[in-house]
């Protein structure tokens, strides 16, 4: 059988640029799925950071006009992945974040921008590039929701369409009166295209518009379908349940691997498990703790926002002090979030140390030297920190949410007992439940037998992407089954 041709679509992809899991996703799934025969190709901006990461391109395409200033389209390859990159510096030549301003505020044409990536990523569906003609578009979160909607009013042969959503928080609704300009007809203005309670929703049109559906774990797949967590979605995603699937995330195992990992200060794997020990330290050094061997030694690597619960564990932070813990902290976001982390590194220094932004070295670090991971998010479609945790050796405390109760197995008294648990789980997710698995979490830390058991069964797990491959290559042979199916029955 040849291989299915599929173009992924995505605002980000990593290593060349990043802001969230998503990148991660996007730069890993070519990988996986070529063992699935399975052959794609992905889409991106042209962004300074990868435009400098090509190797090697070529012109397949010019636009003359691509939303206010000429574009072309180069094919080539940028840190051994396949692709394709929209070179547009009128709209994608800004150093930094890739959708906001040095001030934290959008780019007032981020409209245009990403309604560029999607008509260049439907042009490409439709054979814009004869050398790779697509059997899938898949697209990734709000800035390609269009796609599957240029795709659609075009008209014509068109390629099977999947949208993944990674976080339904973020949906890209902008002004209808941009209709025209984003080439989009006066009948797409509908409840059943892209209309949006009176907006263009990118998001939504892509939800409605796309042939498939799926996000990154089955618990939030079932939970965006409710009006608590739908973010007003909720209604169209229960008419599309049929068309949703939720696949598990993985992680890269060639990146996220404690037995190679140059960012470490000890490499280690599951049977040298006391080697962590020098990453403990080290980490407690370069963050400004106390040294303490014995310390529960805490990480958190996260954004700073509401949606991450860091406000819950702000209220929990006296119980984890009072049960002997240290806390190292890796992230960024929300003003006053970050100025009550750092009024409680000087209230309580060497026991609680924040560094601000991201440092993918000192992640790694974290993963290896932390004791365990703090997740406590009150929503999270899957969560990667939590898979490299289990890769580490850090024991995962979770809130039972999403993708976190999807991956983590509780260490309560039947999961102790049958030796399976890999962490701890809490819910619901307020501060109170939170500071009683804090105190659950130290208790476990205290019977050390039972720790190591912890670290181990977290180690054996499979974060790897070859489940989750499997799973997204059978959608797409489906998908391609089912057209093949329906076009076939109108003729």
């Not at 007003?232 to 598990?248: S, V, W």
């Not at 939590?386 to 109760?405: D, H, S």
């Not at 007992?417 to 009683?436: E, H, I, K, R, Y």
């Given at each position: 059988m040849k291989d299915i041709k599929v173009l992924s679509v995505a605002s980000e992809i990593f290593p060349l640029v990043k802001t969230g899991g998503l990148a991660d996703v996007a730069g890993a799934l070519p990988g996986a799925l070529a063992g699935e025969?399975?052959?794609?190709?992905?889409?991106?901006?042209?962004?300074?950071?990868?435009?400098?990461?090509?190797?090697?391109?070529?012109?397949?395409?010019?636009?003359?006009?691509?939303?206010?200033?000429?574009?072309?389209?180069?094919?080539?390859?940028?840190?051994?992945?396949?692709?394709?990159?929209?070179?547009?510096?009128?709209?994608?030549?800004?150093?930094?974040?890739?959708?906001?301003?040095?001030?934290?505020?959008d780019w007032s044409d981020n409209p245009a921008r990403f309604a560029a990536l999607s008509r260049a990523g439907a042009s490409v569906g439709q054979g814009l590039v004869p050398g790779f003609v697509p059997d899938i578009v898949h697209c990734h979160d709000w800035p390609t929701g269009l796609t599957p909607a240029y795709l659609a009013y075009d008209g014509g042969p068109r390629p099977g369409t999947v949208m993944t959503i990674h976080n339904l928080a973020f949906q890209g609704q902008f002004p209808a009166s941009l209709l025209a300009s984003l080439g989009l007809p006066p009948d797409s203005f509908t409840v059943e295209g892209v209309e949006y309670y009176g907006s263009i929703g990118y998001l939504k049109a892509g939800l409605r518009l796309a042939d498939r559906i799926t996000t990154?774990?089955?618990?939030?797949?079932?939970?965006?379908?409710?009006?608590?967590?739908?973010?007003?979605?909720?209604?169209?995603?229960?008419?599309?349940?049929?068309?949703?699937?939720?696949?598990?995330?993985?992680?890269?195992?060639?990146?996220?691997?404690?037995?190679?990992?140059?960012?470490?200060?000890?490499?280690?794997?599951?049977?040298?498990?006391?080697?962590?020990?020098?990453?403990?330290?080290?980490?407690?050094?370069?963050?400004?703790?106390?040294?303490e061997p014995a310390s529960l030694l805490f990480g958190v690597i996260t954004r700073l926002f509401w949606q991450k619960g860091l406000d819950l564990l702000l209220a929990a932070l006296p119980t984890l002090l009072q049960e002997g813990g240290q806390l190292a902290l890796l992230g960024a976001g929300d003003k006053p979030i970050e100025d009550d982390f750092h009024a409680a590194v000087a209230a309580y220094p060497g026991r609680i140390a924040f560094t601000r932004g991201y440092d993918e070295g000192l992640a790694h670090l974290i993963q290896g030297g932390a004791d365990s991971i703090i997740v406590p998010s009150r929503f999270?479609?899957?969560?990667?920190?939590?898979?490299?945790?289990?890769?580490?050796?850090?024991?995962?405390?979770?809130?039972?949410?999403?993708?976190?109760?999807?991956?983590?197995?509780?260490?309560?008294?039947?999961?102790?007992?049958?030796?399976?648990?890999?962490?701890?789980?809490?819910?619901?997710?307020?501060?109170?439940?939170?500071?009683?698995?804090?105190?659950?979490?130290?208790?476990?830390?205290?019977?050390?037998?039972?720790?190591k058991r912890l670290q181990l069964n977290g180690m054996k797990t499979d974060v790897s992407w070859q489940g989750p491959a499997r799973h997204y290559a059978a959608l797409y042979r489906d998908l391609i089954a089912a057209r093949r199916a329906r076009s076939g029955s109108q003729r």
């Open positions: 025969g399975v052959a794609m190709r992905s889409l991106v901006p042209g962004y300074p950071g990868v435009l400098g990461g090509l190797a090697k391109s070529d012109v397949v395409h010019r636009f003359a006009d691509l939303f206010g200033g000429p574009a072309q389209l180069l094919a080539g390859k940028g840190a051994g992945l396949d692709l394709f990159v929209l070179d547009a510096p009128h709209l994608f030549a800004r150093y930094g974040h890739p959708y906001t301003a040095t001030n934290g505020i990154v774990s089955p618990t939030y797949a079932a939970e965006i379908r409710t009006p608590e967590w739908g973010m007003g979605l909720d209604g169209l995603l229960k008419t599309r349940a049929a068309d949703m699937a939720g696949i598990l995330n993985g992680i890269d195992l060639s990146v996220w691997n404690p037995a190679g990992d140059a960012h470490l200060a000890a490499r280690f794997d599951a049977r040298r498990l006391a080697a962590r020990a020098r990453n403990k330290a080290a980490l407690q050094d370069r963050m400004g703790l106390a040294v999270e479609p899957c969560g990667l920190t939590q898979l490299c945790a289990l890769r580490y050796g850090a024991v995962p405390l979770v809130a039972r949410v999403g993708g976190l109760a999807d991956t983590i197995i509780d260490a309560n008294e039947a999961g102790v007992a049958a030796a399976t648990a890999t962490g701890v789980q809490f819910a619901p997710v307020t501060a109170d439940m939170l500071d009683a698995a804090l105190r659950r979490t130290a208790a476990l830390y205290r019977d050390q037998p039972t720790w």
